[in-house]
C-alpha cells in the first residue's frame, strides 16, 4: 500500500496540479487524488479501499480525456488499489 502512496504522491507533485487554479479539471484531480490516498493511509477496509478505487476511477474516466498519459497513469493507480482491495 505504501507503493502507490507513493505513486500517487509522484502524480501529486506534477506542475500542472501543484499549481491549479480552483475549478479546473487539474484541482480536482488534485482533490480525488488526495481523497484516495487519505483512504488509503487510513488503514481503511478492503471494502473502503475498493470504494475509493473506484470512485477515482469513475472520476477519471468520466473527466479525463482518454488518450491521455495521465488519464492512463489515474487509471493504473486506480487498478492497483483494486488489486490491493481483493488481498486485504
Not at 29 to 56: G, H, P, T, W
Request: glycine share 4%; aromatic share 8%.
Amino acid at each position: 500500500m505504501i507503493e502507490l502512496v507513493q505513486a500517487i504522491n509522484k502524480v501529486l507533485m506534477r506542475e500542472e496540479l501543484v499549481g491549479a487554479s480552483q475549478g479546473s479539471l487539474q484541482w480536482y484531480l488534485k482533490n480525488n487524488l488526495n481523497d484516495y490516498k487519505a483512504v488509503l493511509e487510513a488503514n481503511s477496509s478492503a471494502r473502503d479501499i475498493q470504494n475509493a478505487s473506484k470512485a477515482f476511477l469513475h472520476f477519471c474516466t468520466e473527466s479525463m480525456d482518454w488518450d491521455n498519459p495521465l488519464y492512463k497513469e489515474c487509471c493504473r493507480l486506480a487498478e492497483i488499489g483494486m488489486k490491493l482491495s481483493k488481498n486485504l
